[in-house]
T-cell receptor, first 114, second 112 residues
Framework: NAGVTQTPKFQVLKTGQSMTLQCAQDMNHEYMSWYRQDPGMGLRLIHYSVGAGITDQGEVPNGYNVSRSTTEDFPLRLLSAAPSQTSVYFC?????????????FGPGTRLTVL | GDSVTQMEGPVTLSEEAFLTINCTYTATGYPSLFWYVQYPGEGLQLLLKATKADDKGSNKGFEATYRKETTSFHLEKGSVQVSDSAVYFCALSKGSWGKLQFGAGTQVVVTP
């Protein structure tokens, strides 16, 4: 198993540009989520999905869109990039249903918005 | 709302020293508690977890005990190695679907 994969690893955007961060998992996990990591703030939840066709907002959803058309993929879209979205983005997945379950993280995408 | 507070870093230690990273939480109900570790240039990976009061999680020489009376989950290791240099995150999760609430992270630097 490849686990959780993310592309690209690095990206530089100009203010106002849009882009999609890709996330895929091959573990047949129902639950997937996106976090952003900023210095001194830990990881904050952006959006999450409990299964194909079902998404919901996390703590910091503004400026981001998600969709979940398949169990495997959970892309994150930046509609109009802003410097405040400069961050490291992590995708995670886990089996369904239990708060005790381990979440599996991808290697991250480092995004810089100029 | 729920929150996790952990000690600020960086924490700099010599090899074979004792490591403690303090973590306290605020939450209603009965959260599960986790320590995740992030090695340089990598994503987070689970280090250990505890799901109820007085449980002790352990892995790779690290230990943490879920203390409900003090709402704490401090991470300890008796003898650190250079390879333990990383950022350590304390986190909680409760209810279904396990959304994680993270602390700010503590960077640990171990020197030879």
């Amino acid at each position: 198993n490849a686990g959780v994969t993310q592309t690209p690893k690095f990206q530089v955007l100009k203010t106002g540009q849009s882009m999609t961060l890709q996330c895929a998992q091959d573990m047949n996990h129902e639950y997937m989520s996106w976090y952003r990591q900023d210095p001194g703030m830990g990881l904050r939840l952006i959006h999450y999905s409990v299964g194909a066709g079902i998404t919901d907002q996390g703590e910091v959803p503004n400026g981001y869109n998600v969709s979940r058309s398949t169990t495997e993929d959970f892309p994150l879209r930046l509609l109009s990039a802003a410097p405040s979205q400069t961050s490291v983005y992590f995708c995670a997945s886990s089996p369904p249903g239990l708060s005790t379950d381990t979440q599996y993280f991808g290697p991250g995408t480092r995004l810089t918005v100029l | 709302g729920d929150s996790v507070t952990q000690m600020e870093g960086p924490v700099t230690l010599s090899e074979e020293a004792f490591l403690t990273i303090n973590c306290t939480y605020t939450a209603t109900g009965y959260p599960s508690l986790f320590w995740y570790v992030q090695y340089p240039g990598e994503g987070l990976q689970l280090l250990l977890k505890a799901t109820k009061a007085d449980d002790k999680g352990s892995n790779k020489g690290f230990e943490a005990t879920y203390r409900k009376e003090t709402t704490s989950f401090h991470l300890e290791k008796g003898s650190v190695q250079v390879s333990d240099s990383a950022v350590y995150f304390c986190a909680l999760s409760k209810g279904s679907w396990g959304k994680l609430q993270f602390g700010a992270g503590t960077q640990v630097v171990v020197t030879p």
